[in-house]
């Protein structure tokens, strides 16, 4: 397993962007593929992006495609996600996840999650 540490998240108006970053430690990151996924209150946690292992491949959540865009660098065991077009409907504690193996929309297949970062937006 990998450790996480999520950060950049805050508060911003509508329309605005923010990029999230998630740190790893460990020398074997780049083995592993890395999701987000987001949870609002009163909701249960969703899937927002991933991205592969090698970062050539990468997955949306229909709600975010277009505004969000993942990415990693492996030389610094990062990852990240630009969101731009914030809507008030995007507020959320936003979690980084990792897994062995391909990407996954699919919370439950990720062995290794951050605290998560909040990220609220206003109207």
């Known amino acids: 397993q990998v450790q996480l540490v999520e950060s950049g998240g805050g508060l911003v108006q509508a329309g605005g962007s923010l990029r999230l970053s998630c740190a790893a430690s460990?020398?074997?990151?780049?083995?592993?593929?890395m999701g987000w996924f987001r949870q609002a209150p009163g909701k249960e946690r969703e899937f927002v992006a991933a991205?592969?292992?090698?970062?050539?491949?990468?997955a949306y959540a229909d709600s975010v495609k277009g505004r969000f865009t993942i990415s990693r660098d492996n030389a610094k065991n990062t990852v990240h996600v630009q969101m731009n077009s914030l809507k008030p409907e995007d507020t959320a504690v936003y979690y980084c996840?990792?897994?062995?193996?391909?990407?996954?929309?699919?919370?439950?297949?990720?062995?290794?999650w951050g605290q998560g970062t909040q990220v609220t937006v206003s109207s």
């Open positions: 460990g020398r074997t990151f780049s083995s592993y593929a």
């Open positions: 991205i592969s292992w090698s970062g050539d491949n990468t």
């Open positions: 996840a990792a897994r062995r193996g391909g990407l996954s929309s699919y919370d439950f297949v990720y062995d290794s």
